[in-house]
């Protein structure tokens, strides 16, 4: 089993920007591609970011792309959603996620994951 925990969520200004961190623990050699997912209020869940450990393929939401960037430390078993230029509708709870494959470039890696943080709220402020 792999366990993950988020830390990082925060409140700031519109135009701020945050760093969410996801370490893994337990069974980390499962982890292919790991990711983040946003819920805002009322919104479904939806994929923000992914990356796959072995060569870095990464994938965005369009409505991230170019101010949120991914990135992963293997050796750590921790990986990263920076956030810049935030936006009042980027304000969501966010998890962490892993799957057991490598899922970046599929079309949609959300529904591939097999492991969920408990969530970090980040809220931006206009």
């Known amino acids: 089993q792999v366990q993950l925990e988020e830390s990082g969520g925060g409140s700031v200004q519109a135009g701020g920007s945050l760093r969410l961190s996801c370490v893994a623990s337990?069974?980390?050699?499962?982890?292919?591609?790991m990711g983040w997912l946003r819920q805002a209020p009322g919104k479904e869940r939806e994929g923000v970011a992914f990356?796959?450990?072995?060569?870095?393929?990464?994938k965005y939401a369009g409505s991230v792309k170019g101010r949120f960037t991914i990135s992963r430390d293997n050796g750590k078993n921790t990986w990263y959603l920076q956030m810049n230029d935030l936006k009042p509708e980027d304000t969501a709870m966010y998890y962490c996620t892993a799957g057991e494959g490598y899922y970046a470039d599929y079309e949609n890696p959300k529904l591939m994951m097999d492991y969920w943080g408990k969530g970090t709220l980040v809220t931006i402020s206009s």
């Open positions: 337990g069974d980390t050699s499962r982890i292919g591609s």
């Open positions: 990356i796959d450990s072995d060569d870095g393929t990464t």
